[in-house]
T-cell receptor, first 114, second 112 residues
Framework: DSGVTQTPKHLITATGQRVTLRCSPRSGDLSVYWYQQSLDQGLQFLIQYYNGEERAKGNILERFSAQQFPDLHSELNLSSLELGDSALYFC?????????????FGEGSRLTVL | GENVEQHPSTLSVQEGDSAVIKCTYSDSASNYFPWYKQELGKGPQLIIDIRSNVGEKKDQRIAVTLNKTAKHFSLHITETQPEDSAVYFCAASSNTGNQFYFGTGTSLTVIP
């Protein structure tokens, strides 16, 4: 158990809809990273937050947004969903602001868009 | 930005044999190279990492080597066991950056 909690574990929705994925980092970790893993794809970096502030942005679509709250949990909002958004979305946390050191991954939220 | 390439994409070995996975990176500023193991239905988990001031690191049956000049690093698993079957990801990052760049993964199957 990494200590990172993601909900929901599975989500099935329709095209055009909006969903919110939630992540609770390990106790004490200030950094939260979001990754997308599509079938046969690697881990695509979406966005990083540190202590409530956005620190880095990857290939995140404009239809996607995220935030980190004062209690350090984070939410990834996906809107106007398309079939191609079907993927496994991982949250990872780290105590560091910089990208060195271990990332602790949650078990992911599997999104299926029909 | 950084570009990490990983090979092979799939690898099958007999139990007891060794497995080697190779990665190359492009940014000479990268100085931290972790390897993650992802078992079915789970999130990736760090198994070993190496920093640029070290050429090799070993932890029991797992070792990682780094060649800074050639910009490549490799994961070596010896005496493979069925429980080593998983997807392995390499990554590169720098302490001046804010993201990890992951390879595309290697699906390792250890045949009993």
């Amino acid at each position: 158990d990494s200590g990172v909690t993601q909900t929901p574990k599975h989500l099935i929705t329709a095209t055009g809809q909006r969903v919110t994925l939630r992540c609770s980092p390990r106790s004490g970790d200030l950094s939260v990273y979001w990754y997308q893993q599509s079938l046969d794809q690697g881990l695509q970096f979406l966005i990083q937050y540190y202590n409530g502030e956005e620190r880095a942005k990857g290939n995140i679509l404009e239809r996607f947004s995220a935030q980190q709250f004062p209690d350090l949990h984070s939410e990834l909002n996906l809107s106007s969903l398309e079939l191609g958004d079907s993927a496994l979305y991982f949250c990872a946390s780290s105590p560091r602001t910089s990208s060195t050191g271990e990332l602790f991954f949650g078990e992911g939220s599997r999104l299926t868009v029909l | 930005g950084e570009n990490v390439e990983q090979h092979p994409s799939t690898l099958s070995v007999q139990e007891g044999d060794s497995a080697v996975i190779k990665c190359t990176y492009s940014d000479s500023a990268s100085n931290y190279f972790p390897w993650y193991k992802q078992e079915l239905g789970k999130g990736p988990q760090l198994i070993i990492d190496i920093r640029s001031n070290v050429g090799e690191k070993k932890d029991q049956r797992i070792a990682v080597t780094l060649n800074k000049t050639a910009k490549h690093f490799s994961l070596h698993i010896t005496e493979t066991q069925p429980e080593d079957s998983a997807v392995y990801f390499c990554a590169a990052s720098s302490n001046t950056g804010n993201q990890f760049y992951f390879g595309t993964g290697t699906s390792l199957t250890v045949i009993p």
